[in-house]
């Protein structure tokens, strides 16, 4: 698949039609929408809601939009970095793990808010599930891992971990047309479709207490689950339930309406964001990043949102 579909799927946003979305990409129109057509093939979708004009993208389209270009600054930014890299043999890239639900937004924001306070540093992202990020940390396959805390991120091994932030885990679900939530737990009889952590998500149990204080597992149907947060972003956006995600993935989808809290306004979590290290593992560069994130440990590194 040409990553770079995406491109066009932008373009045919921004113009609301194809023949001027072709003209922007050097293209004849038929040809252009040959691209959108094969990407749609891909996708298993319909990306385009072609009934009216100007052209929409779907919400289908919209997800994978925003999908596509992520992983394309993504791809562009491992280039740069890459080539840097080449240039200047003596500099050192640093790597860091991260959970899947912390590595979509949480991680850039603050590898931002890092950079401008200690400065630049060559970095890669290797996003996994938390045993794997664990794992590769003793290894030495990453320098860093970033998790919410979690008695099951520590197992063995010399690890070390400093705060270096916090989030907040918080119930949404997508709005009805007049803007209340579509799963809003107003009737304790009827069980709310739940967007569950999967097992292999250690953010799924910083929930349990929580359920248990307010006696919410009863009132929860689990339809679907993922160790992804950017999944059950996915299908809360969707309309397909309730889920508990971290408000530095959805603070988007609420600012626009896309998606609205739901429950009490006490039923959310605020997981403390940890930096670990493999203290039988450091160099003169992560051993500087780590003293200057211990300094500026009660500072939080992320921009309030």
């Known amino acids: 698949m040409d990553i770079l579909l995406f491109r066009d799927l932008d373009r045919l946003r921004q113009t609301g039609n194809f023949s001027q979305a072709a ?49 394309l600054t993504r791809i562009e930014q491992e280039r740069s970095q ?13 790597t860091f793990g991260a959970q899947h639900s912390i590595g979509w937004r949480f991680y850039p924001a603050w590898l931002q808010a890092l950079e401008d306070a200690y400065g630049p540093i ?18 030495g396959d990453v320098d860093f891992v970033i998790a919410y805390a979690s008695p ?33 737990f107003g009737n304790r009889d009827v ?16 929930l349990e207490p929580l359920f248990a204080r307010h006696r919410i597992s ?21 309309g397909d339930g309730v889920g508990w995600l971290p ?4 603070q988007p989808d609420l600012e626009s309406g896309i998606l609205v ?14 930096l670990y290290r493999n203290m039988a593992l450091i160099n003169r560069v992560t051993r500087s990043i780590w003293t200057f994130l211990e300094v500026r440990q009660s500072v939080s590194l992320v921009p309030p949102g």
């Open 261 to 274: 809290t739901t429950g009490d306004p006490d039923w959310v979590v605020d997981p403390a964001a940890l």
């Open 152 to 184: 099951d991120a520590i197992q063995r091994g010399p690890v070390d971990s400093i705060v270096i932030g916090e989030d907040r885990l918080v119930p949404v679900s997508k709005p009805g047309d007049d803007g209340r939530p579509l799963f809003d």
């Open 191 to 206: 069980k709310m479709p739940f967007l569950r952590f999967g097992n292999s998500a250690p953010i799924g149990a910083l």
């Open 82 to 94: 890459i080539l840097e890299v080449q240039s200047l043999p003596d500099k050192y890239v640093v």
């Open 247 to 250: 408000k530095s993935l959805v």
């Open 23 to 71: 003209a922007l990409a050097n293209l004849s129109q038929p040809a252009f929408s040959r691209r959108i057509k094969s990407l749609e093939t891909w996708v298993g979708a319909l990306l385009v809601d072609r009934s009216r004009q100007p052209v929409r993208l779907t919400e289908a389209g919209m997800q994978m939009l925003e999908a596509g270009l992520q992983a």
């Open 218 to 238: 009863g009132a929860l149907r689990t339809v679907y689950e993922n160790s992804m947060a950017g999944a059950l972003r996915i299908r809360a956006r969707a």
């Open 122 to 139: 060559l970095s890669r992202l290797r996003a996994d599930d938390l045993p794997n990020c664990m794992r590769d940390l003793r290894d």
